[in-house]
């Protein structure tokens, strides 16, 4: 079964600076995807960003980014310029190529300095 | 708008009965997911339905039950079986994975459900 580890429960950054947040998984299959959600205090979960594992280029959504290393099966996600409203807890989330279903982290709580 | 709603957001129950969460979609999503969430527990997969009339299980479906008589609807049972029902329940859906960005799932608002 695949497994994804977020190892730091806990996270703090200076408002306009820049933190990345790390994850590890373990998988066995050549394709598959992997996801970040933001679930902020309001408990809704928010797709952050996605990365399909055969694309070599890593993806960007405005101040999200990632650094995604197939190899050592690594998935971080780099938030720049954060913003009070990034503060939340952040998923990290595998999909594989053989049904829909997810497997998610424990999470990471971000907190936001001003 | 679409999006997937659910009922209540506040749910008391007593212990031994039975309670119905309720989940509705219209995005037109083929399938369809219950999570549960735990403190430091992240989320975990109670089960999932990619077809109607179809479910399957996932990681910790005891002492809950599903049906999926409609695509856009999804109903969760937490029975008395369960023994500690205490938790967030969080509802999702995704686009078929023969359609492309299959994998992508969009959630609820999530219901919080307290034994007394």
């Known amino acids: 079964a695949q497994t994804v580890t977020q190892s730091q429960p806990e996270m703090s950054v200076q408002e306009a600076e820049t933190v990345t947040l790390s994850c590890t998984y373990d998988?066995?299959?050549?394709?598959?995807?992997l996801f970040w959600y933001k679930q902020p205090p309001s408990r809704q979960m928010i797709l952050v960003i996605r990365?399909?594992?055969?694309?070599?280029q890593n993806a960007t959504e405005n101040r999200f980014s990632v650094n995604f290393q197939k190899a050592a099966k690594s998935f971080s996600l780099k938030i720049s310029d954060s913003q009070l409203g990034d503060a939340a807890m952040y998923f990290c989330?595998?999909?594989?190529?053989?049904?829909?279903?997810?497997?998610f982290g424990k999470g990471i709580t971000l907190s936001v300095r001003p | 708008d679409g999006g997937i709603t659910q009922s209540p957001k506040y749910l008391f129950r007593k212990e031994g009965q039975n309670v119905t969460l309720s989940c509705e979609q219209n995005?037109?999503?083929?399938?369809m997911y219950w999570y549960r969430q735990d403190p430091g527990q992240g989320l975990r997969l109670i089960y999932y339905?990619?077809?109607?009339?179809?479910?399957q299980k996932g990681d910790i479906a005891e002492g809950y039950s599903v049906s999926r008589e409609k695509k856009e609807s999804f109903p969760l049972t937490v029975t008395s079986a369960q023994k500690n029902p205490t938790a967030f329940y969080l509802c999702?859906?995704?686009?078929?994975?023969?359609?492309?960005?299959?994998?992508?799932?969009?959630f609820g608002p999530g219901t919080r459900l307290t034994v007394l």
């Open positions: 999702a859906s995704s686009i078929d994975w023969t359609s492309g960005r299959y994998g992508e799932q969009f």
């Open positions: 998988t066995s299959e050549s394709d598959y995807y």
């Open positions: 990365q399909e594992a055969y694309k070599q």
């Open positions: 989330a595998y999909g594989d190529g053989a049904n829909s279903k997810l497997t």
């Open positions: 995005l037109n999503h083929d399938a």
């Open positions: 339905s990619q077809i109607v009339n179809d479910f």
